[in-house]
């Protein structure tokens, strides 16, 4: 079948004659371009959270921003590993990882060990470990699909998880990023966006204690622009919080 | 680990609440900076920083290699910090790893910028000798020889002085660079040329201990930190990154405080930077 050349072409085979090239997402000096999904600058994805996703954890949380989808299961508080020195406060165990789909290149689907150790430092902050000594919480967060912002959306997804298992907190943990593309702050980006960014900056905080437990910039800021960056994150991350407190109510209400 | 007694932890907090600290410093002075470059000949660029008691080697190699599709017009930089266990038992075996992984992704994140490389300290373009064929790839290497504290401000500077003192090989492209195929290079060991540094920022350290934060906090300091909060500035005053360690909350006015604080921290740090730099070359060459 193969040798019959010029008979029928080939249907499935990429012919080079079609090879889109993607203009670019706005112009150098475009203060006016609209984003991909017809968002505003300082406009967040509609956010949505679920918890108690999994049954065998003792909480859990699903939630969907866009195209970016995470789910989170938290274990314990339960006996630290026998190789661990005895301490008076409890330990917290994190670990964030990708399915092998979950990229536009498909991953090996391994531990993100900077998210891990990003996750953690979060948290940490937010949780009251004097409340369960000698014992560990494990935070397990595995990412769906990764449509930008992902770390962010892990985040407070697993304060929520935290929450969802009864774990004593100060106040829930919300997160959101801004990137800066050109001229313009863009909140919450999808991956195209975080693709070209010249700076990101991205903000967790407890929002009714008005306290920042993480805070990562990259990229080249002035300070006028961090300040103006740093409020338009803990405003979001405020209204975030609302939406997450909302969802825990959900959730009680209705198992009553 | 530090142990300290209940006695030296309220010795420590006090003189940092009254500007002096244990070892005569006010709370925004340095230790006295110590920069050696040229150390290792293997490496295209390497420098030897000291603070205090801190101790660190940074090296640069570079390498011949393929700039990714999503940016061919652009080489690549990475960075990656080993703690060695003669630094601090506890380094030994996986100990360190986790350390070494935090250091690394700081220092990433407060030198190579942006994914679009805005604000990054090393111009990624000058690293490339064809575009989407060829281009540098710069290793940059740490090593902690001896920890006592402020590490990351301390790689940062010894980052820095390997750069200044980085050269590299000049290549002369032979094939045509119309053509697909990969075009011939050829690596010229006589003429060397410098990288562009004067973009690098510093890093600050702010360390916070009880209600007054300080900067280049030694390892017992370190250990009664509530948070820390690293901010790397450019000589044109701009913010190229930062992150927090230590698991307390900050308030964001605080953090605006520090920003303020760093810019003017860093002035200073990056002159007398300079100047230790500039007298290592120096007496390098001669």
């Not at chain 1, 740093?230 to 405020?238: E, R, S, T």
């Not at chain 2, 700081?106 to 490339?128: P, T, W």
Request: aromatic letters at 4%; charged letters at 20%; hydrophobic letters at 35%.
């Amino acid at each position: 079948m193969a040798g019959k050349a010029g008979t029928t072409p080939t249907t499935y085979s990429p012919s080079p004659t079609t090879k889109k090239t993607k203009a670019p997402l706005f112009k150098d000096d475009d203060v006016d371009w609209v984003r991909p999904d017809g968002r505003g600058f300082p406009q967040c994805r509609p956010a949505f959270f679920r918890s108690g996703a999994v049954n065998a954890a003792s909480g859990s949380a699903y939630a969907e921003f866009g195209n970016t989808k995470v789910i989170v299961s938290v274990f314990g508080p339960r006996e630290s590993k026998k190789a661990m020195m005895y301490s008076d406060v409890g330990r917290l165990n994190c670990n964030v990882s990708y399915t092998t789909f979950a990229t536009p290149t498909r991953g090996q689907g391994s531990d993100h060990k900077e998210f891990t150790a990003m996750l953690h430092k979060a948290l940490e902050g937010a949780i009251m470990m004097e409340t369960f000594p000698k014992t560990t919480v494990d935070v397990f967060a595995l990412v769906l699909e990764s449509g930008g912002s992902d770390l962010p959306v892990v985040i407070s997804c697993a304060s929520l998880a935290l929450a969802d298992a009864g774990i004593m907190m100060y106040d829930l943990v919300a997160a959101v990023s801004v990137s800066c593309l050109g001229k313009n702050l863009v909140i919450d980006p999808i991956l195209e966006e975080e693709n070209c960014q010249d700076g990101s900056l991205m903000i967790t905080c407890m929002p009714s204690r008005y306290e920042i437990t993480q805070l990562t910039v990259t990229g080249d800021w002035s300070t006028p622009k961090i300040n103006e960056g740093m409020q338009l994150c803990l405003d979001a991350c405020a209204k975030l919080a609302k939406i997450m407190r909302s969802c825990l109510k959900a959730a009680t209400d209705s198992q009553e | 680990m530090v142990g300290l007694s209940l006695g030296e932890k309220h010795f420590i907090q006090g003189g940092i609440a009254q500007d002096l600290r244990c070892d005569g410093r006010k709370r925004l002075t340095y230790r006295p900076i110590y920069v050696e470059t040229g150390i290792i000949p293997q490496a295209n660029g390497s420098a030897r920083v000291r603070m205090g008691a801190t101790d660190v080697i940074a090296s640069v190699k570079a390498e011949l290699g393929r700039p990714s599709s999503l940016h061919p017009d652009k080489g690549k930089v990475s960075i990656h910090i080993d703690c060695s266990p003669t630094a601090e038992p506890s380094f030994e075996g996986r100990g360190g790893e986790e350390l070494s992984s935090e250091l690394s992704v700081a220092l990433q994140l407060c030198l190579l910028g942006g994914k679009s490389g805005a604000g990054s300290g090393i111009d990624l373009r000058s690293l490339v000798v064809v575009e989407g064929k060829v281009c540098w790839d710069l290793y940059i290497d740490g090593l902690v020889v001896s920890s006592d504290g402020n590490l990351l401000d301390c790689l940062g500077a010894a980052i820095k002085a390997a750069l200044s003192n980085t050269g590299i090989p000049r290549v002369q492209v032979t094939a045509d660079p119309s053509s697909d195929e990969q075009p011939e290079v050829d690596i010229s060991d006589e003429e060397f040329l410098q990288l562009d540094t004067s973009g690098i920022p510093v890093i600050v350290t702010l360390t916070k201990v009880g209600r007054h934060y300080i900067v280049d906090a030694t390892g017992e300091e370190e250990s009664q930190m509530s948070s820390a909060v690293s901010i790397s500035v450019n000589r044109q005053g701009h913010i190229c990154g930062i992150t927090k360690r230590g698991g307390a909350g900050l308030d964001p006015s605080i953090i605006l405080d520090m920003i303020s604080v760093a810019k003017h921290v860093s002035e200073q740090l990056i002159n007398k930077l300079d100047s230790e730099i500039a007298a290592a070359e120096a007496e390098e060459e001669s």
